[in-house]
C-alpha cells in the first residue's frame, strides 16, 4: 500500500484519534492532582579525630587519625538517617521554641547523606519552606553537638564534626521527570490507539471506496463516474 493510501485512510477517519486526544488530555487535566511543593537546601560538614597519642609520640604524621575520621565519616551517612538521629534533632526544634516535630520513620525521607574523604554533605528536603529552614538549623545543632556520641568509643576521646558550610536558603525542587512527561506520554499513547483504531475500522469495511480496489479484487473497470465538481 502507497503512503497516500495510507493518508487517505487516516483522513477519512481523522476524527477518531483526535476525539481521543481531545478526550484524554481533558480527562487528564481534570484528575491530575498538582503535585505539592518541596524546597530543599544542604550543608557540609568536616569529621575531625581528637589525636589520641601524647604531644611527643610518633603518631605517622596523623594518618591513622585521617583515616579514622574517613571511616567515621562513612557512619554519619547512615547515622543521619537513624531515628535516633531524628530524636535529637526534634529535642533541638523543641528547645529552639519550634513547634515543627519530624514524624517517626520520616527522617529517611528529609535527609540524604553522602561523603568525599572527611566531608560529609547533607541535603534535606521538605514540602514547606520556612520549617525547612528550622529543621536545617536542628540538624547542624544536632551534627556538632550530638554526634560524636554515637562515633565515641566507651572510655576514650572521639571525633569532632563541625559545619564548613552552613545551610544555605531553601530553594522550591523542580517537577519530576515523571510528572514533566506524564500528560505528554498519555497524549502519544492516545494518539497511537486512535490511529490503530482507523486502521481496524478501514480494515473491517467491505465498502469499495474507488477503482484500485476494485482491480485489486481482480475486477476489471469500464468505467468511472468523476466526482461532481463544486
Keep these: 500500500m502507497e503512503l497516500k493510501q495510507y493518508w487517505l485512510i487516516i483522513w477519512k477517519r481523522a476524527w ?3 476525539l481521543l486526544l481531545i ?7 481534570v484528575t491530575m492532582q498538582p503535585t505539592a511543593p518541596s524546597y530543599s537546601t544542604s550543608m557540609r560538614f568536616t569529621v ?3 589525636p589520641q597519642a601524647p604531644p611527643d609520640t610518633y603518631n605517622y604524621d596523623g594518618y591513622y587519625e585521617w583515616l579514622a575520621a574517613e571511616y567515621m565519616a562513612d557512619d554519619l551517612t547512615a547515622i543521619v538517617s537513624s531515628q535516633a538521629f531524628a530524636a535529637e534533632v526534634n529535642r533541638h526544634l523543641s528547645e529552639g521554641g519550634s513547634a515543627v516535630q519530624l514524624p517517626p ?3 529517611g525521607g528529609v535527609t540524604f547523606g553522602e561523603k568525599q574523604h572527611r ?19 536542628a540538624v547542624t545543632t544536632a551534627m556538632e553537638e550530638d554526634s560524636a556520641k554515637y562515633l565515641t568509643p566507651p572510655g576514650r576521646l572521639g571525633a569532632t564534626v563541625q559545619a564548613i558550610d552552613q545551610p544555605g536558603p531553601p530553594a522550591a525542587n523542580p517537577p519530576s521527570l515523571t510528572e514533566r512527561l506524564q500528560l ?9 490507539v486512535g490511529l490503530a483504531l482507523t486502521f481496524l475500522f478501514d480494515y473491517l469495511d467491505d465498502s469499495v471506496r474507488g477503482r484500485m480496489e476494485l482491480e485489486a479484487m481482480g475486477i476489471p473497470v469500464l468505467g468511472e463516474v468523476p466526482k461532481r465538481a463544486k
Design 16 to 18: 477518531i484519534p483526535i
Design 23 to 29: 478526550v484524554v488530555a481533558g480527562v487528564s487535566l
Design 48 to 50: 575531625r579525630v581528637i
Design 105 to 107: 520513620g520520616s527522617i
Design 119 to 137: 566531608v560529609l554533605r547533607l541535603s534535606l528536603n521538605w514540602g514547606n519552606e520556612a520549617e525547612l529552614t528550622e529543621i536545617a538549623q
Design 184 to 192: 505528554p506520554v498519555r497524549l502519544l499513547l492516545a494518539l497511537g
